[in-house]
C-alpha cells in the first residue's frame, strides 16, 4: 500500500514538472495571412532604369529586378495582380501624393520628409551609400577625394544619394542627372570621378559593367528601404503582412540575397 502511495506521488511529481517544463517553452505565434485583395490590379511605378531593383534586360527585353520578383510574391499572398509602370524619379513624391499610382517600389529611402507627405511599408533591407569608382580607382581614400578639388562625383538629382554627395562634397562638384544610368555613364566617359549611390545599386551596375566598376568609400550604413502609397492607401496593411510572412518564412532572405549579393 505505501509503495503504490509513493509510486503515484512519483508519477504525479512527473507529471506536475512535465507540465512546467512545456509551460515554461515560448510557442512561436504564426504569422498573420495577408488579406485577401480580391484579385485586384495595383499600379506599381518604377524607373526601370535602377538595378536590382529594376531594368530592362538588354537581350531580352524584358523587365527585371527585385521590385518584380517581390510584388509577384507580395500579390501571390494577398491576391492581388501588379501592374508595372514606367515613371521618372523626378516628381515621383508629388505623384504618389496625388494618387497617381497605387505604389511606388524603385528602392525609396524612407526619410521623415517624405513620410509627411506619402506613407511607406515596413522597410525590406538596410544598406548605405558609397562611392561608385572606375575599377583600379576604388582605393582612394575618403578625405584624398574631398582634398581634391578636381574630383566631381556625379548621382540622382531628388535623392538622398544627391544629399549625401553635397554633405561630403562642395555643391559645385556634384553633377545630378535624371537617372543613376546617366551618372554611371558619366563615370565611365571620365567626366566625372565616382558616383554616390546606394550599395545594392552599386552591385547592380557593376554586374552590367563586368571588370569596369567597383566599389570605393562608404559614405553611410544606415538607410532603410520601403515601398511608398499614397496617404492613407488600404494597401499598406496587406503589403505589410504579405512582407511579414516572406520574412518569416525566408523568402525575402532569399529574394534579397538573389539580387543585392555580388
Known amino acids: 500500500m505505501k509503495k503504490s502511495a509513493i509510486l503515484s506521488l512519483v508519477i504525479l511529481a512527473s507529471l506536475i514538472l512535465a507540465a512546467c517544463g512545456a509551460a515554461a517553452t515560448p510557442v512561436a505565434e504564426p504569422t498573420a495571412p495577408a488579406a485577401d485583395l480580391g ?25 527585371v529586378g527585385w521590385d518584380y520578383d517581390a510584388l509577384a510574391e507580395i500579390c501571390k499572398r494577398a491576391n492581388c495582380v501588379p501592374d508595372f509602370k514606367e515613371a521618372a524619379w523626378d516628381g515621383i513624391f508629388p505623384a504618389m501624393q496625388a494618387g497617381e499610382y497605387d505604389m511606388l517600389a524603385d528602392g525609396v529611402t524612407f526619410t521623415a520628409e517624405r513620410d509627411e507627405i506619402v506613407d511607406f511599408s515596413t522597410p525590406y533591407v ?43 562634397f562642395s555643391e559645385a562638384r556634384v553633377k545630378s ?6 551618372a554611371v555613364a558619366a563615370l565611365l566617359s571620365s567626366d566625372v570621378d565616382a558616383v554616390v549611390i546606394d550599395t545594392v545599386s552599386a552591385v547592380g551596375f557593376i554586374g552590367e559593367n563586368p571588370g569596369k566598376l567597383a566599389i570605393g568609400e562608404t559614405l553611410t550604413s544606415d538607410e532603410q528601404l520601403a515601398f511608398v502609397f499614397p496617404p ?27 539580387w543585392f549579393k555580388p
Open 126 to 168: 538596410t544598406i548605405g551609400q558609397v562611392l561608385l569608382m572606375r575599377s583600379g580607382e576604388e582605393g582612394m581614400d575618403l578625405a584624398t577625394a574631398q582634398a581634391d578639388d578636381g574630383f566631381l562625383v556625379a548621382t540622382q538629382i531628388g535623392t538622398t544619394n544627391e544629399i549625401v554627395a553635397k554633405e561630403n
Open 177 to 182: 542627372f535624371e537617372d543613376f544610368g546617366g
Open 232 to 258: 492613407g492607401s488600404d494597401l499598406i496593411e496587406p503589403v505589410n503582412a504579405a512582407l511579414a510572412s516572406m520574412e518569416a518564412d525566408g523568402t525575402l532572405q532569399a529574394l534579397n540575397d538573389k
Open 39 to 63: 484579385g485586384r490590379t495595383i499600379t506599381v511605378a518604377v524607373e526601370n532604369a535602377y538595378p536590382p531593383f529594376n531594368s530592362i534586360d538588354e537581350a531580352s527585353n524584358v523587365a
